[in-house]
T-cell receptor, first 115, second 110 residues
Framework: GAVVSQHPSWVICKSGTSVKIECRSL??????MFWYRQFPKQSLMLMATSNEGSKATYEQGVEKDKFLINHASLTLSTLTVTSAHPEDSSFYIC???????????FGNGTRLTVT | RKEVEQDPGPFNVPEGATVAFNCTYS??????FFWYRQDCRKEPKLLMS???SGNEDGRFTAQLNRASQYISLLIRDSKLSDSATYLC???????????FGRGTSLIVHP
């Protein structure tokens, strides 16, 4: 099946620093990838849709200047949390889209802790 | 009203029990449906797709009722390892983003 690799699995950073999370599709090309955030005991929240070669589409309430998304190739999308704050601590998960009637394939997630 | 709704539970059942979850969707244009399983502090993993005629995978059976706009997941002979959150997903055609329910928590106890 389709494999999505997300890196790092966990990261601890200091407040004010930036963190980059990578999401790679290993055995297929993904024109579209989705970035989600999940707080403890809450549901997945879509942050943005990443499209290869174009600007990402952000959901309402998600700051595009804080959560920078780059999808420069068909196998790699990155999410950079800029000037991280403790309230950004969360579980960030990417998923790759194989098409309209296909299920999403998720990366293994990145647990971000900002101290 | 949310586009995809699930009872958050938790459903607390003994080992060996049969348990069923429903998930309703509001958009009649939804074309494809899936069930995912999410363990605590892990990413969601695809459990099964849901086909119009219903489908079964071992102890798991998924059904789709387009007239009433709901999908269901039946788990027979529950195992302790089935304890997780079960997410349902609906997709419309075109460039629409898949919509996730908030998940139903299942706890299987000895």
């Amino acid at each position: 099946g389709a494999v999505v690799s997300q890196h790092p699995s966990w990261v601890i950073c200091k407040s004010g620093t930036s963190v980059k999370i990578e999401c790679r599709s290993l055995d297929f090309q993904a024109t579209t990838m989705f970035w989600y955030r999940q707080f403890p005991k809450q549901s997945l929240m879509l942050m943005a849709t990443s499209n290869e070669g174009s600007k990402a589409t952000y959901e309402q309430g998600v700051e595009k200047d804080k959560f920078l998304i780059n999808h420069a190739s068909l196998t790699l999308s990155t999410l950079t949390v800029t000037s991280a704050h403790p309230e950004d601590s969360s579980f960030y998960i990417c998923s790759a889209d194989l098409g309209t009637n296909s299920p999403l394939h998720f990366g293994n997630g990145t647990r971000l802790t900002v101290t | 009203r949310k586009e995809v709704e699930q009872d958050p539970g938790p459903f607390n059942v003994p080992e060996g029990a049969t348990v069923a979850f429903n998930c309703t969707y509001s958009n009649s244009a939804s074309q494809s449906f899936f069930w995912y399983r999410q363990d605590c502090r892990k990413e969601p993993k695809l459990l099964m797709s849901v086909y119009s005629s219903g489908n079964e995978d071992g102890r798991f059976t998924a059904q789709l009722n387009r007239a009433s706009q709901y999908i269901s997941l039946l788990i027979r002979d529950s195992k302790l390892s089935d304890s997780a959150t079960y997410l349902c997903v609906a997709r419309r055609g075109g460039s629409y983003i898949p919509t996730f329910g908030r998940g139903t928590s299942l706890i299987v106890h000895p």
